[in-house]
């Protein structure tokens, strides 16, 4: 007798009972009350239902082998891992603080790298730092110089000597790429793999798991160095707060670290001159899925247009970019890319943002290719519309629906550099709205077309709300 034919694909509850039930009568004539009260299907259903569990499970683990299919955080971390991919924890704003005093001095005054500056604000203080020294001039009133948020921790570890030793940092919100790492006074240098370090490799590495805590993990001995026995371990740090650092202009007005001048402090003025940008959260898996592969494909090298875009959308901070063209010179056979980028959460990339994305790239790109990157611009679409709504609705309840869903249509994350606005869409979006009855709209009229380097965003909104009859 040949074997009975087993449908693997049927691993629900229902599709096991039923199939269970089906083969009752093959094996035995003596049990005939199929009822749900009979013994034999409760036994029965039970092993249905632990069935059901277990190829659920099942599923979910074979899921999480795969990138596009997995749902934990750090089995995405591992997968990405395995093509050189690492994702970004949360990443600090930067802005441009001028510093300023009240009077020539008759001499130059030095404002150092990592200068402490302060905005105080209703919900609490936000700190940001300088990236670099600056100095003000000998009769100079003012000086400009980049600065990313975050506040500058610093914890020591004792050596044992192990091989492969690690140490877990306390903080959950480390900015990405600020941790810097010192022993006995020399500076060891961050690897994302030990593959290609040597026994005197002074290299060390940064992991974060699914839980954001970070480990400095050293060699051991043969792929990276092993830390001396008896030395301390100095690890440097900025605590950020993501996205939350992101602030309008004019805010920070306090400077925290003093300032001498001829051993007397100096009272500065300081303001963020420019709106401070690109503060973001951990990335999220979503994100990771997309991007990972993008990168893989360019290899890490930037030779076509997607391996700018792909390189560009992966660096810390940029949340969207566009190559707006390609232009090449037939006498010299030189090459122009011109890259259009929008920083994490909208708004312009900060000076400082564009000065370390297009050292980056200059680090992937052809040497015969010259970069260029260039601001977004944000194109306002003004919608005017004659709106009725359905007698039992409130017309003011309905105004309050359509403008957070215009507001959500025209979000940031939601359009891309040079998507068009459709009146379709539009009009589609209004009168999908709870309680609208229909719309006569005004402006637009048509679509809107958006260019290249350009991305829409809602303009002035003007509603008039009607009661239909």
């Not at 409760?42 to 659920?56: K, Q, T, W």
């Not at 994490?344 to 790239?361: N, T």
């Not at 709205?433 to 965003?457: L, W």
């Amino acid at each position: 007798m040949g074997r009975a034919s087993i449908t693997y694909s049927n691993k629900d509850y229902e599709s096991l009972r039923q199939e269970l039930l089906g083969r009752v009568p093959q094996l035995t004539d003596r049990w005939t009350d199929f009822n749900e009260s009979d013994l034999g299907v409760v036994l029965l259903e039970l092993f249905c239902g632990v069935g059901d569990m277990l190829a659920y499970y099942l599923d979910a683990q074979a899921a999480e082998a795969f990138l596009p299919t997995a749902r934990q955080r750090q089995n995405v971390i591992n997968l990405c891992k395995l093509i050189n991919y690492r994702l970004d924890t949360p990443v600090a704003a930067t802005t441009t603080l001028q510093f300023s005093v009240s009077s020539a001095l008759d001499a130059d005054l030095t404002i150092p790298s990592g200068t402490v500056c302060r905005a105080r604000l209703d919900d609490g203080d936000v700190e940001f730092e300088t990236v670099e020294g600056a100095t003000i001039s000998s009769g100079g009133l003012s000086v400009e110089v980049g600065a990313r948020q975050g506040v500058r921790k610093t914890e020591e570890f004792p050596v044992t000597g192990e091989r492969g030793q690690s140490f877990m940092l306390s903080c959950t919100s480390i900015a990405h790429g600020s941790v810097r790492v010192h022993i006995s006074g020399v500076n060891w240098e961050e690897s994302y793999f030990f593959l290609e370090s040597g026994p005197e490799s002074r290299h060390f590495q940064v992991e974060t798991n699914d839980l954001d805590v970070t480990r400095i993990i050293f060699g051991d001995g043969v792929h990276g160095a092993i830390p001396v026995a008896g030395d301390t371990v100095t690890v440097e740090y900025l605590e950020t707060l993501g996205s939350k650092g992101n602030l309008g202009r004019n805010l920070v007005s306090d400077v925290v670290t003093p300032i001498y001048h001829n051993v007397v402090v100096v009272p500065l003025g300081v303001n963020n001159v420019i709106s401070a940008t690109n503060g973001a959260d951990r990335e999220t898996l979503e994100h990771a899925k997309l991007q990972a592969p993008a990168e893989l494909r360019s290899l890490w090298k930037a030779v076509t247009k997607s391996d700018y875009k792909a390189l560009a959308e992966g660096f810390p901070g940029v949340a969207k970019a566009q190559v707006l063209d390609a232009n090449d010179c037939a006498n010299i056979r030189y090459y122009q890319v011109n890259m259009a980028v929008a920083p994490d959460g909208g708004g312009l990339p900060s000076p400082l943002l564009k000065q370390e994305l297009a050292e980056f790239i200059e680090s992937r790109k052809i040497i015969t290719i010259e970069v260029n990157l260039f601001d977004p611009c944000y194109r306002p679409v003004p919608i005017d519309a004659e709106v009725f709504v359905y007698p039992t609705e409130n017309p003011e309840m309905v105004r309050m629906r359509i403008e957070d869903a215009l507001r959500q249509y025209f979000s940031f994350d939601k359009l891309a550099f040079g998507q068009s606005v459709y009146f379709s869409d539009v009009v589609s979006l209004i009168n999908g709205v709870r309680g609208v009855s229909h719309v006569i709209m005004f402006s637009p009229q048509n679509g809107i077309a958006i260019g290249p380097g350009q991305i829409a965003s809602l303009g002035e909104l003007h509603l008039d709300m009607r009661v239909a009859t």
